[in-house]
Nanobody
Framework: QLVESGGGLVQAGDSLRLSCESS????????MGWFRQAPGKERELVAA????????YYEASVKGRFFISRDNVNYMVSLQMNSLKPDDTAIYYC????????????????WGQGTQVTVSS
């Protein structure tokens, strides 16, 4: 019910925009987030946005470079990633939860299949 797109291979300093298309019933009630998992590392929350878009969260290493947004008319969530670094290389997952705390903890009701982002140096 969540389908990501927009990943790819880019060079350091480039930008990418990830999109997540949702078919979740009641999408406008869901808090949404982007997680990532690099090889050999645990999955981590990158950015999150609450149900009405008025509150967001960013992991420290992406703050000021990544920007999350949502479109509650078209049931989509996006992640604009600027000034990409090799350390940003990972599979990026879109996720959603009715509870903000569960989203932050990674205990979400919905997950996408992921999209690969590779940043070369």
């Amino acid at each position: 019910q969540l389908v990501e797109s927009g990943g790819g291979l880019v060079q350091a300093g480039d930008s990418l925009r990830l999109s997540c298309e949702s078919s979740i019933r009641g999408f406008t009630d869901y808090n949404m987030g982007w997680f990532r998992q690099a090889p050999g590392k645990e999955r981590e929350l990158v950015a999150a946005i609450n149900w009405n878009g008025y509150h967001d969260y960013y992991e420290a290493s992406v703050k000021g470079r990544f920007f999350i947004s949502r479109d509650n008319v078209n049931y989509m969530v996006s992640l604009q990633m600027n000034s990409l670094k090799p350390d940003d290389t990972a599979i990026y997952y879109c996720a959603g939860s009715l509870k903000w705390g569960r989203l932050i903890a990674g205990l979400t009701e919905y997950w996408g299949q992921g999209t690969q982002v590779t940043v070369s140096s």
